[in-house]
């Protein structure tokens, strides 16, 4: 037993034209379809004409987001590799200026990072922990400025304890003070 069957696909019955003729085993209950891979609208090359160009578009968008959040971590490695040196740590207890010149230099790179939208989810993540990093360096930059006034040690002899010694001494304090307890 065989069928023919004539098959128009378009808006007016005109793009593609197929003719075939069925037929059916016997021991068969339904038939098989399957697509053809030869049939594209315009409809579908123009969706997806679409689609790759606002890729594209995000794509390049977020590569700009994640360069500008690179650069502001790249200049918090700088400014951590400044707070840890130990000349940088005594003229911020020395000097109220050079505190607030760290504070503000940290303070400018987030609002860097605060300028950066978090539409995709990896741009968030990488932003948050940057900015995470920067509070952090701000709260050590916080607490080497008020060890100013309350870690001032005077050694053996009644001299002041400064440098390595002042460190040595401030770290002995903390194990005495947790051994106490």
């Known amino acids: 037993m065989a069928t023919e069957v004539t098959l128009s696909i378009g808006p007016l019955r005109s793009l593609q034209t197929w003719k075939f003729k069925l037929t059916k085993p016997e021991n068969l209950k339904h038939l098989p379809v399957t697509a053809s891979s030869h049939f594209h609208s315009n ?43 130990q000349e940088t740590v005594d003229a911020i207890r020395s000097d109220e200026k050079e ?49 100013k006034d309350e870690n001032q040690w005077y050694d053996d002899e009644g001299g002041l304890c400064t440098g390595k010694k002042r460190w040595r001494k401030r770290l002995c304090s903390i194990v005495k003070k947790n051994l106490e307890k």
């Open 43 to 85: 409809i579908s090359s123009a969706d997806t004409a679409a689609a790759r160009i606002q890729s594209g578009y995000r794509s390049h968008k977020i590569r700009g987001l994640y360069k500008t959040i690179s650069s502001v971590h790249q200049e918090a490695n700088r400014a951590q590799s400044t707070i840890q040196r």
């Open 99 to 147: 505190r607030l010149r760290m504070n503000e230099t940290l303070m400018s790179l987030l609002l860097r990072l605060d300028s950066v939208p978090g539409s995709d989810p990896t741009i968030r993540e990488a932003r948050r922990k940057v900015s995470r990093r920067i509070v952090g360096m701000q709260e050590v930059l916080d607490s080497i400025s008020e060890a």
